[in-house]
């Protein structure tokens, strides 16, 4: 702590300074690094428990839900969720604060800010949800979960790539034209990802396919 007159310049002086970039990278960084984790170690040391289906079939890889709901890979998660989404929170409102200050006086883009804000809150909270619920705990409670995810993600990021686009239509800075481009592609990325989970979430459980099945139930999870 730094000592000094209230007032004074030294005592006012950052302590710690970050780029935001960094903060972003390692906040973007630590559900990887933790799912990761969490497969090698079911890999390793649970490979049989963590790959066992309702029809018994062989299979190669877990699926996420599984791999995550054993010890001690359901505490590796755990904390790195828990750690990712605290900065997430700050972002929603970050990003909020910077709609608003764009669209002050625009009602229409106003309240899409205001409904990408709570679907941001829900995506977010969704995570959590079913991450600290496993699906061996209580599945119902984690399906939800999984389901509000999803949902409040493809919504919050429709309504992220609308409001840049009108930001970039009437602003010249080219890089927020790139970043919307970005977040349009990321947008149909993640909609074709999401198509084929619920594909292949169907298929793994209508169709117990020799040594297929776990690598369904991982796709069907990836979301």
């Not at 594909?199 to 793994?204: E, G, L, N, V």
Request: overall charge positive.
């Amino acid at each position: 702590m730094l000592q000094g007159p209230y007032g004074s310049l030294d005592r006012d002086r950052p302590l710690i300074r970050l780029r935001f970039t960094s903060f972003a990278v390692g906040t973007v960084l630590l559900p990887l690094t933790g799912l990761v984790a969490c497969l090698f170690i079911s890999l390793m040391y649970h490979f049989e428990d963590a790959t066992y289906t309702h029809c018994q079939v062989s299979n190669y890889l877990p699926s996420i839900s599984s791999a995550i709901s054993r010890m001690p890979e359901r505490y590796i998660w755990r904390g790195c969720i828990g750690l990712h989404s605290a900065p997430r929170y700050l972002v929603t409102i970050t990003y909020f604060n910077f709609y608003h200050s764009r669209f002050a006086r625009r009602l229409p883009e106003l309240l899409l800010s205001v409904l990408a804000l709570l679907c941001s809150l829900a995506e977010n909270t969704g995570l959590l949800l079913l991450t600290y619920v496993s699906s061996t705990e209580t599945y119902n409670i984690h399906k939800n979960g999984f389901t509000v995810f999803i949902a409040s993600s493809l919504l919050h990021m429709l309504f992220t790539c609308i409001l840049w686009r009108v930001i970039s239509s009437y602003h010249v800075n080219p890089e927020e034209r790139t970043s919307y481009r970005w977040k349009v592609r990321l947008f149909l990325f993640n909609s074709c990802c999401c198509g084929a989970a619920y594909y292949f979430f169907r298929r793994h459980n209508h169709y117990c396919e020799q040594g297929s099945s776990g690598l369904l139930g991982v796709w069907s999870d990836l979301l």
